[in-house]
């Protein structure tokens, strides 16, 4: 079995794939077993990297959003081949990947999430956001929570407002999910709301409930996330989270 690559970063997109070079309008396969990883810091720059057998890195691609080109080739009969087009005129280039998965059942999955990375983020000085606002969670902590008694953390993440939120813009949070995701695991962003509503993610939920109401784990996730000690439980922690945007008068 091919071991997976030891790279920089944790990849957000990796799957098994081999290079192909392209000579005088052929393109050529390379047979070794590889693997295609693609690595986002944050900026303009997608780093695509292929590994092969004998090396972590045999060739490190950078891709800048917005201006690469990404398709399977259709007219390739004898296997699934991705083709990224780089630049434009004489400065085009042209970069040949062939799976090597043997299901084809994630190809679309692999398609999507490459073209949602090397989509430009929108502006937000342009675009009016569609973050719920403070007075609006405000009001989401109230509308769900009693005077005596705590609020689940489940049916925070699981209620109405908080799932209208995640389906107007659900490449933008689920760009904020995926760096916390185990390896390998790819979500395709339209259906965040779903992949919430997954066993290892209420569970994970229940845990992180657990850590609130105990005063002392309370105390070091507040500090951990750089917010105040407002009481305990759910409904301090996400008022911790309130005090914490307010900008200071």
Partial sequence: MLPQPKLRKTPFLQFRAGKMTYVNKTVLADKRKGYLSFIDDGADIIELIWSSESSDTDLSLPLKKGEVEVQFVEKCTTGRVLLFKTGKGTNQGLHFFWLQDKSTE??????????????????????????????ELQKLISSISSSSNDISLRKLMHSTKITEALLEEPDFYYDRIKGHLSENEIWNPKDITKELKNPHITRALDVIETALKDPQAYRALCRENNLPVCGTGVIGFLYAIVNSMRKPT
């Fill in 106 to 135: 994630k190809d679309s999955s692999y398609l999507e999430n490459i073209k949602a990375a090397l989509t430009p983020k929108k502006d937000s000085s342009t675009t009016a956001p569609r973050t719920i606002q403070l007075a």
